[in-house]
């Protein structure tokens, strides 16, 4: 049953995508705002696709701010790229370069402004990244990083990568870091898991300032307050009917 209902999220997904993509160009025109809005209308289809097709509910906590901040996130699948979008105020997301690449959405996601970073860790990419960070701050926008680098299982805490310290430091916005586990019901490999919660815990605000020594364990917690051990992960799996 799991495999069915995938397939069909899938296919009704990703058909009723082509139209939203194929749009962007025409409303791109209209303006930024048009832009960002028919954006954020996708991610909200991929919302009720979830919905409707695998029963997977998001739950949401914690306050979200009504001001520019930088959201340092846990990253366990595809889901929370475009539900972040749908949650906060057309924020910008700091994104593999790799994924700048993928048919559609790709091209979507540069047109609509996010940050694509070459992994490789040179100072030249890093500062690439910086002064488009200080762009969408300029313009009033909240920035997303995944600080851990990649797509994780769950239970799994990597270490950050340096990319959310230069941020913080170069940006002086207040962090709101951000639990998410979703890789629970939606596994990076394979099937999706029906019946599920995805939670989105947004977790208390830290001011800008802090040295790196200081930020980086409280983000790091912060982000991974979701996170169960593998032994104990199978209670969560399938979430509420």
Not at 36 to 44: E, N
Not at 61 to 82: D, N, R, W
Not at 171 to 190: F, R, T, Y
Request: hydrophobic share 45%; aromatic share 8%.
């Amino acid at each position: 049953m799991a495999k069915l209902r995938t397939w069909a999220f899938n296919v009704v997904f990703f058909s009723g995508s082509v139209p939203y993509v194929l749009a962007t160009p025409l409303v791109a025109l209209v303006g930024p705002a048009a832009l960002r809005g028919w954006v954020r209308s996708w991610t909200r289809y991929n919302r009720r696709c979830a919905r409707l097709c695998l029963n997977i509910r998001v739950a949401q906590s914690g306050p979200i701010p009504s001001y520019p901040a930088l959201y340092p996130a846990k990253h366990q699948a595809m889901f929370e790229t475009f539900e972040l979008v749908a949650m906060l105020d057309a924020p910008v997301i700091v994104m593999k370069q790799e994924l700048a690449r993928i048919p559609l959405w790709g091209w979507a996601a540069q047109r609509y402004g996010m940050i694509t970073v070459d992994r490789s860790g040179s100072g030249a990419a890093m500062r690439a990244m910086l002064r488009a960070a200080e762009a969408a701050k300029a313009e009033g926008r909240s920035v997303v990083i995944f600080p851990e680098g990649t797509r994780v299982a769950p239970g799994e805490t990597p270490p950050m990568k340096p990319g959310f310290s230069g941020l913080y430091r170069a940006l002086g916005l207040p962090v709101v870091p951000i639990a998410i586990d979703s890789g629970v019901a939606w596994p990076k490999h394979g099937e999706k898991v029906p019946n599920g919660v995805i939670h989105f815990a947004f977790q208390d605000e830290i001011p800008p300032g802090l040295p790196r020594r200081e930020i980086e364990p409280k983000v790091h917690a912060a982000i991974n307050a979701l996170e169960v051990s593998p032994i104990n992960r199978h209670s969560r799996e399938g979430g509420n009917p």
